[in-house]
């Protein structure tokens, strides 16, 4: 079972990684000025950081309830 689990945190960590370097890619190749692109990677960075604390928190409450469930 924990292989699975650690297979499924692999999963989701790559699919993230992907995707913030999916958005920095398009980021980078959208014709902007630089103020512009600066303050468009801040607040893409401040969603990404704010979706990452989510799913941790989504993964945390998951283990608590597994092992509520194993005891």
């Known amino acids: 079972m924990s292989d699975e689990n650690s297979s499924l945190g692999t999963g989701i960590l790559l699919f993230l990684l992907g995707a913030a370097a999916g958005a920095v890619v398009v980021a980078l190749t959208t014709p902007k ?8 990677i801040r607040d893409l960075s401040g969603r990404l ?23």
């Open 49 to 71: 950081k704010r979706r990452a604390r989510a799913a941790m928190g989504k993964c945390e409450e998951d283990e608590a309830e597994a092992a509520e469930g194993e005891a």
């Open 33 to 40: 000025t630089g103020p512009d692109l600066r303050s468009d």
